[in-house]
């Protein structure tokens, strides 16, 4: 009898924070967070479903306490829920301010990430596989998320104002 193989589901990405990265003010870009939460995304993703993922929707990133170079950063990611195509990856970032052996909790963000084939057309992705309550906790919440999500953008299409003649909007 074979046994079903152990899904990847966690992924801890770790960077330390460079001077490259900063703002005028020495602290992280929030643009330089946002780029490396979706790789985070893409990679925790793409190594749970085996497949190319693009990103479709990011919410929620809450930036909790401010990000200083020399920080040390661990994006740790999960899938919380999965439907037909589509998955959510909750990632924490957890900060340690390596000279002040401080640590603290950065940013939460949920991303949704889309498997697709070769011609980025969406694919299915595998049913995620719960084993224990605190991942049917996350599943649930995930799922409402999902709800919550597809209720925004059904509002959202009722407050559209196409902006097909924009330029005359400033003349």
Request: glycine share 6%; aromatic share 8%.
């Amino acid at each position: 009898m074979s046994e079903t193989p152990q899904q990847e589901k966690t992924l801890f990405m770790t960077r330390l924070m460079t001077p490259d990265m900063s703002n005028f003010s020495g602290k992280v870009h929030g643009g330089t967070i946002l780029k490396l939460l979706d790789e985070a995304a893409f990679t925790c993703a793409s190594r749970y479903c085996k497949t190319y993922v693009v990103t479709k929707s990011l919410d929620q990133v809450v930036f909790k306490k401010p990000i200083e170079v020399g920080d040390l950063m661990t994006f740790k990611c999960n899938i919380n829920y999965v439907g037909k195509t589509s998955m959510e990856v909750g990632i924490r970032v957890e900060g340690e301010r390596i000279k002040e052996k401080i640590e603290y909790h950065a940013i939460s963000s949920y991303f949704t990430m889309v498997s697709v084939d070769d011609e980025g057309k969406p694919i299915e992705v595998p049913r995620l596989q719960l084993n224990s309550e605190v991942e049917k906790k996350l599943f649930e919440a995930g799922k409402m998320r999902f709800a919550m999500r597809k209720e925004i953008q059904e509002r959202n299409k009722k407050l559209h104002v196409s902006l097909d003649n924009w330029i005359n909007i400033w003349k």
